[in-house]
């Protein structure tokens, strides 16, 4: 009995440790140049919703100035980057037509409550652990691919539903 016992929690956490391990592989940064991409993350949305979303943090690691200027997902019809403010109680959305400039050694992150991407016409809801592939563009980068990780509605950052998520880095 005991020896069956040792079996499935043995067998239960190498379970989880593979969990882990490849939860710890879909965050590894995406490099495009000199730009590194670290973890896309978009929220659950409930069914029917047509907007979502999406986060995002890059860093600029080389000499050059670039900018974050769309980003899409298959299943919408449309990315935009979008500002979020609070003007008293009132929560204002706007688009950010221009994009995002990440000068050279700064650092991006659009959050949930502030810059954000916003995925528009959505053809099927993201639903929590599975990822949605899409892309991001850059004017100096060009389109880059990444994956979306999605947690579950409401979360505020990425590994809601896991692990915390590393301490956010604000040089806007």
């Not at 600029?60 to 979020?84: E, F, V």
């Amino acid at each position: 009995m005991t020896r069956r016992i040792c079996s499935a929690l043995c067998f239960a956490l190498s379970v989880a440790t593979l969990g882990l391990a490849a939860q710890a592989r879909a965050a590894e940064p995406v490099m495009a140049g000199a730009l590194r991409i670290e973890t896309p993350w978009m929220r659950a949305t409930p069914g029917g919703a047509k907007v979502a979303g999406g986060y995002v943090r890059v860093t600029n690691t080389g000499t050059q100035a670039d900018r974050l200027t769309g980003a899409a997902i298959a299943t919408a019809g449309r990315g935009a980057i979008h500002s979020m403010t609070m003007a008293g109680s009132v929560m204002k959305m706007a688009p950010v037509p221009e994009g995002l400039p990440i000068g050279p050694g700064q650092t991006i992150e659009l959050k949930p409550g502030g810059l954000h991407l916003m995925f528009e016409d959505l053809k099927a809801a993201p639903k929590v652990g599975e990822p949605v592939s899409g892309t991001l563009s850059f004017e100096r980068a060009g389109t880059v691919p990444v994956t979306f990780a999605v947690a579950p509605i409401g979360a505020t950052n990425p590994n809601a539903a896991g692990p915390a998520a590393p301490a956010p880095h604000h040089h806007h």
